[in-house]
């Protein structure tokens, strides 16, 4: 039987430390941190923020997890994100995977994901 996605990124434990590295990264990074530093003084959001990207990404990994938040581009919309930033973003997902081992056919894997939501979030 073939492992999914979800189950290769350590299911939910797994790709919660994930996420919680991922914006960690972009607290960081220049190219995004603007659009991240304001929650550091709102916890409450951030951590609604946080679990509505675990679940997105635990169900679209393939875990049982019910994605109910907004989709991706009303969740964008308005934001004029650009090209640099959502490599920045793809850049910091790939470190924190790096980070906690995951090999390349999981970053593959991600990759994959992520860059077939990108029509959903750049300049929308």
Do not use: W
Not at 14 to 27: A, E, P, Q, R, S
Not at 69 to 90: P, W
């Amino acid at each position: 039987m073939t492992r999914t996605l979800y189950n290769r990124l350590g299911e939910l434990k797994g790709i919660t430390k994930l996420v919680d590295d991922v914006v960690n990264l972009h607290m960081e990074n220049p190219h995004v941190s603007p659009r991240f530093i304001p929650y550091k003084d709102q916890p409450d959001r951030l951590m609604t923020i946080k679990q509505h990207t675990v679940h997105f990404f635990c169900a679209g990994a393939g875990g049982p997890q019910e994605y109910k938040g907004r989709d991706m581009v009303t969740t964008h919309k308005g934001m004029n994100i650009s090209e640099q930033e959502f490599l920045a973003v793809v850049d910091d997902i790939l470190e924190a995977m790096d980070k906690n081992k995951f090999g390349d056919e999981e970053k593959k894997d991600v990759l994959a994901i992520l860059y077939s939501l990108k029509g959903g979030v750049i300049r929308i």
